[in-house]
């Protein structure tokens, strides 16, 4: 029988989902004596190499079948990516059987005393403001780790006795599949369109977002968006972020400072400076609400407002977020290849005056409308590529008829150096050559990481060229 009273002996649990979250509750579950049978749909080498290691634990892996529900099935634990209506959820649901994700399954294993939690999730900066909390939470001298949708697995996390906090980082998909997860804070960084083929309409998105505000929690809010207001609604205790200036029970910024005006002992009067906007990295306005977010579930959990400037120094962005790679012939080329939905590309376009934009991948049922109608202006021209290009071409035909528009068909593994030579052709002195897609990188890249990695590469040999040339001589 674990903490919370649940003797897990003999329960027959199937879990969907050879991932790493899978593999890592199933493991789990075993150790404490459950009957545990994984299902998965492939059956290619790497996966027959997990399932033989989780045989060595005991449990029992069917491969090649994703959607079939062992007989004797109590408890279903799936991981992030399965759908309610994929075949295997559909079914437990219909039998009445309890359904738990990863993180719901932690939460529950979690040990008399464990660390509490700090959590948050959004469309957009949640691996940075997750490891951003992480570094202030070390900086004030804890034990944090940083987990969730980003590290490691939730489920084994929860049973190391040797952090004191965890900052956990929670996707869409993760909050559908919980039902008592209950942090000390949460935060909710951003709502806006993305995952509607998974969620099934914004509205759906969103209130899957909004679990994570669980009673009794402090809900840390975005107080510059509506959906974000909107979903904290009844909170015990509300604390805004804002861009702005802050009003008490909010932090925000003041002239080039990053304040709080919650967690000091007279909010009307006082306000506690944090940080500068200098130690913010990378230096963007989204950044900057993402610090802040950091900031207020650090300050909820006790934290000093000089191991907030101290965290915030130390952190190191992780890489294809608005991060510069070279600049060639008075153009400044960046990779902000993370900038999977509008939503993201956007806020990376704000921080531009001139840009010529790269963009397209597979836009997840997002509309581009808005996106483009708001960055027009700031566009000297756009290089498009991948499977939903046609989409950004027309919103750009409608709201930015002047702004040329390179179409690059291509898929193969030299597309990228064509789109850096389409883009160095169009861009001027002073502008930016940005790689912000608002779509997946699947149809044409393994990851966002693999797609920055080739723009950057093809930067690279652009400067190397452009260095060799003979005006780059004079």
């Not at 008075?330 to 993370?338: F, I, Q, R």
């Not at 806020?347 to 597979?362: M, P, Q, R, Y």
């Not at 035909?397 to 990228?416: E, K, L, Q, S, Y």
Request: net charge negative.
């Amino acid at each position: 029988m674990d903490a919370q009273g649940v003797n897990w002996k003999d329960s027959a649990v199937c879990v969907a989902g050879l991932g790493v979250s899978g593999r890592a509750a199933a493991r789990v579950l075993a150790e404490r004596g459950a009957r545990v049978t994984v299902v998965d749909a492939r059956d290619d080498e790497a996966a027959r190499e997990q399932a033989a290691a989780l045989a060595a634990h005991g449990v029992t892996v069917r491969l090649g079948d994703g959607g079939t529900l062992p007989p004797g099935t109590e408890l279903v634990v799936v991981s992030p990516g399965w759908r309610p209506d994929a075949p295997l959820p559909a079914a437990a649901a219909a039998a009445g059987i309890e359904i738990y994700g990863e993180v719901e399954l932690a939460w529950r294993l979690r040990p008399e005393g464990a660390a509490p939690w700090l959590a948050l999730t959004g469309t957009n900066g949640k691996t940075t403001a997750v490891r951003m909390l992480a570094c202030v939470l070390r900086a004030a001298g804890h034990r944090p780790l940083a987990v969730g949708n980003v590290g490691t697995p939730i489920v084994e996390a929860v049973l190391d006795p040797s952090y004191d906090v965890l900052a956990v980082e929670l996707s869409s998909y993760q909050l559908h599949w919980s039902s008592t997860v209950a942090p000390l804070a949460a935060a909710v960084l951003n709502v806006a369109p993305d995952h509607i083929d998974w969620h099934g309409s914004l509205e759906a998105y969103a209130a899957d977002k909004g679990r994570i505000y669980a009673p009794g929690a402090i809900a840390v809010v975005n107080a510059d968006d509506p959906i974000c207001v909107r979903l904290a609604e009844g909170a015990r205790r509300t604390v805004g972020f804002t861009l702005g200036v802050p009003a008490p029970g909010q932090l925000g910024v003041v002239e080039d400072l990053l304040v709080d005006r919650a967690f000091t002992a007279d909010p009307v009067r006082e306000a506690a400076e944090l940080a500068g906007l200098g130690d913010v990295r990378p230096f963007a306005p989204h950044n900057v609400a993402n610090a802040l977010a950091a900031a207020a579930l650090a300050r909820a959990y006790g934290v000093l407002p000089e191991a907030v400037r101290e965290g915030l120094r130390a952190f190191v962005p992780d890489p294809h977020r608005i991060a510069h790679v070279a600049t060639v012939a008075g153009v400044d080329y960046v990779d902000d290849s993370k900038a999977t939905n509008p939503h993201a590309a956007a806020a990376s376009l704000a921080a531009c005056e001139s840009a010529v934009w790269i963009a397209g991948g597979l836009l997840k049922g997002a509309d581009v409308e808005d996106l483009v109608r708001s960055c027009a202006p700031r566009l000297r021209a756009a290089v498009l590529i991948g499977a939903d290009r046609a989409q950004i071409a027309d919103a750009l035909a409608r709201h930015a008829p002047d702004v040329p528009v390179v179409d690059v068909a291509a898929t193969d593994t030299g597309a990228m150096d064509t789109v850096v030579t389409e883009a160095s052709r169009l861009a001027r002195p002073g502008d930016t050559v940005l790689l912000a897609p608002a779509g997946a990188s699947f149809d044409m890249f393994a990851s966002y990481g693999a797609r920055g990695d080739a723009f950057a590469a093809a930067v690279r040999r652009l400067a190397e060229s452009a260095a060799g040339s003979p005006d780059a001589a004079r």
